[in-house]
């Protein structure tokens, strides 16, 4: 069955878990409520897609979309070659979504990499603490109103101090 | 023994010019690899660029024996703290290679959680620039730390004052 | 005085700390072991000792600024990340390029995978104690790095795609360079084989270590030739084909072990297939031109128009100037490629400015890295290097 249809059959079963369905380029996007997303995947699963390619997020803060933040799935079914873009929506106040650990164990370290990044918090997620930041980092580098060039950890180190000093030479 | 054969065979020299020449001619390096930066060293210690001729091919990867820390490659902030450790871990007399353009000065990364720059916190005595810096390069910033090494005099270490 | 029996010697683990500076470990990682005797019962690795912000950067570089962003992730390979980017702006913007410069990118797809399998195999050998593998792949890579210089002008960051086509073509002569390289990584090749396959040590060391299952390969979301060495039968070059792949012809190495010694044999196999890739694209190798149209704005037009006419300055200046050049559509892309560890893909949300809004790498290193834990555990502390270099880990990638 080609991706097109089974969207449009999970847009039937489920109908208040999805937003919209679009196309670009080819691709088949579908956009859902954050806290359904367990259900969708599960249906998506069961429907032939069954490897998990890549889990990101977006921070729609100057794009506009549904909500803040958009977690996006990117699903392939072996047998067909077909791929299909599963996005799931949650808001700033409460950003929070179940975790899809449970049905394909790559999630666990790229939702780690999510919540280190961007703050999302995943529900149900075995270990959910920072993986490319250090543990006591303060705040979520790839949010829109982050700096790029950071809040001064960079500089924030100690200067060695050796117990022998050297005279510099002039060359 | 007449004097012909005591020419040619006694060699008179100053004792800091002996320690100098043998420290140059045996730096042993470790190397500090973490990126990109890292296999153009590993292609200096291969065999078309061969640093073994400089007498550095010791690469023991242990701090306690080696007198050379070459940083190559981009130093996190996650990674600084290592460095720190691993520098402080080397016996004195010690030099430092900050290789290629992220450890001398952040290179194309100027991001929140990439040092700008190892000198800021360990002293460095040569740089390398080149992203990454070609084996040649290399070999050429090592001569010229073993000119460095070849002036210093043992006058110049002094312990340092207390604070 | 009594005597000392079993049950009197309290055993405990012992946490080892196999530590983010060691030689054994491909770059920066750190893996948190604990033992009982010389047994692992539990590893957690630790990641993050490169991040370098690579995302961050793509929001404030223009489209064709990030492809000298993209060669400092698998640096082993540059070539196959700025052709895998290439291909995700050109689907996000629409934009066809000529069949001479889809030949040429494969061609030099097939050298990067090449020289990354030599140094993977190489470094494997060396962390198991085996030296010569290593120096006589590196000899190779010289001289794959030599044809890299001919063609784009360094060795290793090479930056040679631009969104629409290639910074430039490759030289009169070129061809018997790459075929004179060809037969002498056939002989590596061989050579090679013969010292491992057979070799009683390297079988001891490598078969039944570090086994993996189909299921747990799809579920742990792994590809590339450790997928294919459980017996998975997916390439993208064959199955999505990118890039005119399709009018190729090669095989796909495939193994039904899954251990260590089977991805060996598999990117041994993947070497061979890449030399009649590249044989085949030398032969075929259509004429014609590398650029694109460039008053579309996403590519900078040759030198010599540049200097000598005015629609060539005007051209120039539309693409490089801040606030002038592209405007592609609103919208997003993924496109899958097989790189030499596994599916690499760039993902790239647009807004319509000459910016992108997010550029994702999909990184194989880190989707494969996270199954060690589960395969070490029960085996002993010197079979970690052999799996450690069996899944070619490149930190750049890994934390980007």
């Known amino acids: ?171 | 023994m007449n004097h012909d054969d005591v020419k040619s065979n006694v060699l008179t020299t100053t004792l800091e010019s002996a320690i100098n020449w043998g420290r140059k001619n045996s730096l042993w390096p470790m190397p500090f690899g973490t990126a990109c930066c890292g296999i153009e060293f590993m292609a200096v210690l291969a065999a078309r660029t061969d640093i073994s001729r400089f007498g550095a091919e010791a690469i023991r990867f242990s701090p306690r024996q080696s007198d050379l820390l070459i940083v190559a490659g981009r130093i996190s902030i996650k990674m600084m703290p290592v460095l720190i450790r691993i520098y402080e871990q080397m016996p004195e007399p010690k030099w430092v290679i900050s290789m290629g353009a992220c450890a001398s000065t952040g290179g194309v990364f100027d991001t929140y959680s990439v040092i700008q720059g190892v000198d800021q916190f360990i002293p460095v005595d040569v740089y390398v620039p080149g992203c990454p810096p070609r084996p040649e390069g290399v070999v050429e910033g090592l001569m010229k730390l073993q000119d460095l090494v070849d002036k210093e005099k043992l006058s110049d270490y002094s312990p340092a004052p207390t604070k | 005085m009594t005597r000392v029996t079993e049950q009197t010697l309290e055993t405990d683990k012992m946490v080892l700390n196999f530590g983010p500076q060691h030689p054994a470990t491909h770059g920066t990682l750190r893996i948190i072991m604990e033992l009982e005797g010389e047994t692992v019962t539990k590893a957690t690795p630790e990641i993050g000792y490169l991040h370098s912000g690579f995302e961050k950067l793509g929001e404030d570089l223009d489209f064709n600024q990030y492809i000298t962003i993209t060669d400092r992730m698998n640096y082993l390979s540059p070539l196959c990340n700025n052709v895998a980017y290439a291909l995700a702006a050109e689907k996000l913007i629409g934009i066809e390029v000529s069949k001479r410069t889809e030949y040429i990118r494969v061609l030099m797809c097939e050298l990067s995978r090449i020289a990354d399998h030599l140094l993977n195999v190489g470094m494997l050998a060396v962390d198991l104690g085996a030296m010569t593998a290593f120096l006589y792949g590196f000899k190779l890579r010289e001289d794959i790095y030599d044809l890299f210089e001919i063609a784009t002008g360094t060795r290793l960051t090479t930056s040679y795609t631009l969104v629409g086509g290639l910074m430039r073509d490759i030289p009169e002569g070129y061809d018997k360079a790459v075929l004179k390289v060809l037969d002498e990584v056939d002989e590596v090749a061989n050579d090679i084989e013969t010292l491992l396959n057979k070799n009683r040590i390297w079988q001891d060391r490598t078969k039944n270590i570090g086994i993996i299952s189909k299921d747990d390969a799809i579920s742990y979301g792994i590809s590339g030739p450790m997928a294919r060495a459980t017996g998975i039968e997916w390439d993208i070059r064959v199955n999505e084909p990118y890039s005119r792949y399709d009018e190729f012809d090669f095989d796909v190495a495939i193994a039904l072990n899954g251990d260590v010694f089977d991805r060996y044999l598999v990117r041994m196999e993947e070497i061979r297939q890449s030399i009649k890739i590249c044989r085949q694209s030398l032969s075929k190798m259509p004429a014609g031109d590398v650029i694109v149209d460039p008053g579309l704005g996403y590519s900078l037009p040759p030198k010599d128009e540049v200097y000598n006419s005015i629609e060539g300055l005007i051209y120039h200046f539309e693409v490089t100037m801040p606030n002038r050049g592209m405007v592609p559509p609103v919208g997003e892309a993924y496109v899958p490629t097989e790189s030499p560890n596994g599916e690499l893909g760039f993902y790239i949300v647009s807004d319509g400015n000459r910016t992108p809004y997010r550029v994702r790498t999909r990184p194989p290193s880190l989707i494969n890295y996270s199954i060690f834990s589960k395969l070490i555990e029960g085996h002993m502390l010197s079979d970690a290097p052999a799996i450690l270099g069996s899944i070619n880990i490149i930190a750049g990638e890994l934390d980007r």
Do not use: C
Not at chain 1, 154 to 162: Q, T
């Open chain 1, 1 to 171: 069955m080609p991706t097109e249809t089974i969207l449009s059959k999970i847009k039937e079963r489920l109908p208040d878990a999805v937003l919209d369905i679009t196309e670009f380029a080819g691709e088949h996007i579908l956009h859902v409520k954050g806290q359904d997303i367990l259900k969708v995947l599960t249906e998506l699963k069961d429907d032939g897609f069954h490897f998990l390619a890549d889990l990101t997020a977006i921070d729609n803060l100057t794009l506009g979309g549904f909500e803040r933040f958009a977690v996006s799935y990117h699903l392939l079914s072996h047998k067909t070659t077909e791929r299909a873009t599963v996005k799931a929506y949650i808001s700033e106040e409460k950003p929070s979504l179940p975790s899809v650990e449970s049905l394909w164990k790559t999630a666990d370290w790229q939702e780690r990499e999510v919540f280190d990044l961007y703050g999302i918090k995943f529900e149900g997620h075995p270990n959910l603490i920072r993986i490319m930041n250090p543990d006591d980092y303060d705040g979520y580098p790839l949010r829109k109103d982050y700096p790029r060039l950071g809040r001064k950890e960079r500089g924030d180190f100690p200067v060695i101090d050796r117990p022998i000093q050297k005279k510099k030479r002039q060359e």
